[in-house]
């Protein structure tokens, strides 16, 4: 069943088109990952599903509803989150605040939010700390589980494992794995060696134009696709 | 020097200037009593910025809006309290507390509705169109306090306007050498007050987290599902209202006011926000008595220095913390 539909999507930034006619399926449930290389327009994909910038011409649908017009704070409430590629973690705030603030009612969960510390046993050992004094890792934790504290349908998250230490991106590994079981995820990256063992289905971003859509199986098993379309040597 | 800083940061900090400069003052100035009476000027008219300082400072880090009508609200609580409080003399000057509570309430009421109203009307017409754009807010926000200093002209008139006060502020508390004014320690106590209702809206409601995360990223604000937008406007009325509250109580304290009274402040408000650090409250209090108490110090021990003390007192925290005394965003 289809969750999100991109039309032939364009996005302009100022004077430059960074999006090109993007069109693009994406399924309910596991992982779908976006990949692309450097100013691909893989960013640029999740802000103008999130109206954070407008495509125009073309649309964004969500369960068949067009959410291309609608403020970026009605998007999100529609049941989409999103983790931008700088964590977006409120420094000020305690890991406990930027947690309630995603919450609808200002209240947890208890069962998510047990859910959260099995996840990120972390985010609990500092639950009072302001997020400013955290690591890079625990920042990402902690967007991320910004983005599970409520129910949702469909996660966007941007570049997650930029600059975090392996043995962390292992643990993010797990943690995608197990979100995806209940939540849709649409991921962008460019460490092709964890989108691959996360990733469903794909598709492949080239000076903002959609270059190629399939299985990541197929994907991760044609070595000279993966040459032309992301210049990977390994 | 690593051991020093963390001892002076687990001693209060920042929080401790005040101290040091205060103690610092002791010492230069001599006589005690002098100095009691300058230290407790210095709180009360910090706490009178504060007021004026705090708003600007939520709306200058939540919206990133630099604006300099600010001030104009500052002008406009001062004419409005005055004429409230002329209006009402005879329950001024009447022997029941009660009568000089209700004209003092009703004059500061008056101050803050215009306030709310006024700060509706300017974010709605004024700010909206030039969010983003830091040259057309500054020209456009720079118009608008003309603009309203010259309303205030053609309504109050040129001469400047006597402000009286409440009988039950009048006068002095007489400790041994020390005489401490009524009205003083009153605009402590509001400005006191103010600041710890703020502290705990921002701290303890689910709208201050919304205000405080806003301030950092406005983006992701929305993006977990609000639109701060609304909360744009709410803040932007919240700050008017405390910049003419501020303005209230300086016309009590000047008693007699004209309409440049603003333009005259803005500089001062400006000086508070930017040595405070943008969008924190603790910060703008801190830097709005660190002002307070200088420029009553300087006043006192080198007279021709005073009005340059607070620009000095500027550059040398930003160039000791560039980013102000506590900044909202680390």
Redesign the interface.
């Known amino acids: 069943m289809t969750l999100l539909t991109l039309n032939a999507m364009q996005t302009n930034i100022e004077q430059y088109a960074v999006l090109h006619d993007v069109t693009l399926t994406v399924p309910e449930g596991g992982v779908f990952v976006l990949l692309g290389r450097n100013g691909a327009g893989k960013t640029t994909t999740l802000r103008s599903i999130m109206g954070l910038w407008r495509p125009s011409p073309g649309s964004v649908t969500f369960r068949g509803e067009d959410i291309s017009a609608l403020h970026t704070a009605e998007v999100a409430r529609k049941g989409i989150a999103y983790v931008p590629e700088n964590m977006g973690v409120f420094g000020g705030l305690t890991i406990e605040e930027n947690l309630i603030l995603a919450t609808k009612t200002g209240k947890f969960d208890t069962a998510r939010l047990n859910r959260i510390y099995d996840l990120f046993p972390a985010l609990k050992t500092f639950w009072g700390k302001q997020a400013w004094s955290l690591s890079g890792g625990q920042k990402q934790m902690l967007a991320v589980a910004r983005a599970i504290i409520e129910p949702r349908d469909l996660i966007l998250i941007d570049e997650p494992t930029k600059g975090l230490a392996p043995s962390i991106i292992d643990a993010m590994a797990d943690a995608f794995r197990e979100i995806s079981e209940t939540t849709t995820i649409l991921l962008v990256e460019q460490n092709f060696h964890f989108a691959k063992s996360l990733g469903r289905d794909m598709a492949v971003i080239d000076d903002g134009r959609i270059a190629h859509t399939g299985s990541m199986a197929d994907f991760a098993a044609d070595k000279a696709l993966q040459d032309q379309l992301l210049s990977l040597s390994a | 020097m690593k051991n020093l800083t963390q001892i002076l940061a687990r001693m209060g900090g920042v929080n401790l200037l005040p101290v040091a400069v205060a103690a610092v003052a002791f010492v230069l100035i001599g006589v005690p009593s002098s100095w009691v009476t300058l230290t407790v000027a210095g709180l009360a008219m910090g706490m009178m910025i504060f007021l004026m300082a705090s708003g600007l400072s939520l709306v200058f880090g939540l919206m990133d809006v630099l604006n300099f009508g600010h001030s104009a609200f500052v002008s406009l609580g001062a004419f409005v309290a005055a004429s409230v409080l002329t209006w009402l003399a005879g329950w001024l000057g009447a022997d029941s507390i009660f009568l000089n509570v209700m004209a003092l309430f009703l004059a500061l009421t008056a101050a803050l509705i215009v306030g709310l109203a006024g700060g509706w009307f300017f974010e709605t017409v004024i700010i909206r169109p030039v969010y983003k754009d830091h040259l057309r807010q500054i020209l456009i926000t720079m118009g608008a306090l003309i603009v309203a200093e010259q309303l205030i002209l053609a309504v109050w008139g040129g001469t400047p306007m006597a402000v009286p006060r409440p009988q039950f502020l009048e006068g002095a508390i007489i400790l041994g050498d020390v005489s401490i004014e009524i009205y003083r320690i009153f605009a402590f106590l509001l400005g006191l007050a103010v600041y710890v209702a703020l502290y705990l809206t921002l701290n303890r409601t ?1 709208i201050g ?2 205000i ?2 806003g ?3 406005r ?10 937008d609304r909360l744009f406007i709410g803040v932007f009325m919240l700050g008017s209202a405390l910049a003419t509250l501020g303005g209230a109580m300086w016309a009590g304290y000047e008693t007699l006011i004209s309409p440049s009274l603003g333009a005259e402040m803005m500089i001062v408000v400006f000086i508070v926000v930017i040595i405070g650090g943008l969008g924190s409250i603790e910060g703008t209090l801190l830097g709005a008595i660190m002002v307070g108490l200088v420029g009553n110090y300087v006043g006192f021990l080198m007279p021709k220095m005073a009005l340059a003390s607070n620009m000095i007192l500027m550059m040398a925290i930003l160039m000791w913390r560039p980013s102000g005394l506590r900044p ?3």
């Open positions: 689910r987290l919304l405080r995360a301030v950092e990223n983006e992701m604000v929305e993006a977990l599902g609000f639109r701060i909202a965003v680390k």
